[in-house]
């Protein structure tokens, strides 16, 4: 079995992404990486090809800054890297996100098991999403719960965004991919960085989903019924980012009035305690029965 991962990146030290990190965590688990390095007007080429290891192979891309549909310009860079990968898996990390290194051998167990069940098109993971600061994490039907990380490399795929896939049966139709849980979760810190680089990601990339830019002013406008405190361990590749980069503190905003978003998601949360765990997030895979 080989196992390719994938991922893109531009701007990453400006916009205080841990890449290399997540960098790093996906070669602790796969035979090649694939990262697509965007250009950058910071490090971020540098410090990716600075990374001493046989199994990383980096594509120098150049962006379509005119594409302000839906996030489309994340999809071609995620394909390009995609496209790349030459492994019986593919397994994708956004850069702000990363696998625990306790967690390496399940994942190899998982795509051994599931490789010679060609029902099972892509691996789910759960998803651990730190708010405000790694203490914190955001609990809310707002959040998704899960998502497909690796997809199976023989079969036709594309990504109309970032997040997820669509597998093409034909050239007509496509579906979202046939599953199996792999059943640990994928750490995403996007939103614990600090507020200055925060306020810097959205100037830069709002433009990439048709919005005009809000300054950030930090994290403490939210509702903390949605919010709970984190009682695991954090991988240690990110134990250096969190320190320099990561808020340490958050000032919650007691004047904030809860938006009717907000009380949906308390009476479903409430709901999800009462009838065990339920998930109430868009889905974009189908669990396949074992």
């Known amino acids: 079995m080989k196992v390719s991962g994938f991922t893109f990146v531009r701007n990453g030290t ?31 080429l540098a410090r990716v090809l600075s990374i001493n290891d046989s199994k990383l192979r980096v594509l120098e891309t150049t962006w379509n800054d005119s594409m302000s549909d839906r996030g489309y310009t994340y999809a071609q860079q995620k394909m390009l890297a995609q496209f790349n ?5 593919a397994f994708y990390l956004e850069c702000d996100e990363i696998i625990h290194e306790d ?7 998982q795509m051994a098991k599931y490789l010679p069940n060609k029902d099972v098109e892509a691996l789910v993971f ?20 899960r998502a497909p990380r690796i997809i199976r490399n023989t079969i036709r795929s594309w990504a109309p965004d970032g997040l997820f896939w669509i597998v093409m049966d034909s050239n007509k139709h496509g579906r979202y991919p ?18 200055s680089a925060m306020n810097e990601k959205n100037k830069r990339v709002e433009r990439y989903w048709g919005k005009t830019p809000k300054e950030f002013y930090g ?25 320099s980069s990561a808020e340490k503190h958050m ?24 009838l065990g765990n339920l998930d109430w997030t868009k889905k974009h895979y189908k669990l396949v029965r074992e």
Not at 103 to 109: E, F, G, K, Q, Y
Not at 130 to 136: C, R, V
Not at 228 to 239: C, E, L, M, R, Y
């Open 251 to 274: 000032v919650i905003n007691k004047n904030y009035i809860p938006s009717g978003r907000d009380k949906r998601h308390r009476i479903m949360m409430m709901i999800s305690r009462i």
């Open 178 to 195: 046939n599953a199996a849980l792999v059943n640990c979760p994928i750490y995403h810190y996007g939103h614990v960085r600090l507020i």
């Open 85 to 89: 990968c030459t492994g019986d898996w």
């Open 219 to 243: 994290y403490g406008n939210v509702d903390v019924n949605g919010l709970a405190a984190f009682q695991g361990s954090h991988p240690k590749i990110v134990t250096n980012w969190l320190e």
């Open 14 to 44: 400006i916009l205080g992404y841990p890449y290399i990190e997540s960098i790093l965590s996906l070669l602790s688990v796969c035979d090649e990486v694939i990262v697509a390095v965007g250009n950058s007007d910071d490090d971020t």
């Open 126 to 145: 759960d998803y651990y999403h730190f708010y405000g600061t790694p203490e914190n994490l955001a609990i809310s039907p707002r959040w998704y719960k």
């Open 103 to 109: 967690d390496v051998p399940l994942i190899r167990a």
